[in-house]
C-alpha cells in the first residue's frame, strides 16, 4: 500500500490545481488492475520483499 499513497499523493501535487480529485483516477485505475480475474496470468516481475521495500523508500528523494 505504500506504492498507492505515494502514488495519489505524487499525482495530487503535480495537478491539484487543475483538478484537485484527479488522484482518485488513478489510485481506482490502480486497485482495478489489482483485483483477480479468472484465467489471470502471473505478473512478470514479483512485488518487492519487505527488505527491498525499506530500501526503495529509504533512497527515495522527491524532486524538488
Do not use: C, F, N
Request: no cysteine.
Amino acid at each position: 500500500m505504500p506504492i498507492v499513497s505515494l502514488l495519489a499523493g505524487t499525482v495530487s501535487e503535480w495537478a491539484s490545481h487543475v483538478e484537485p480529485e484527479l488522484w482518485r483516477r488513478y489510485v481506482a485505475l490502480l486497485l482495478d488492475g489489482m483485483r483477480h480475474r479468472e484465467g489471470q496470468k502471473r505478473l512478470a516481475v514479483d512485488a518487492l520483499e519487505d527488505e527491498q521495500m525499506d530500501a526503495a523508500m529509504q533512497g527515495w528523494h522527491p524532486a524538488g
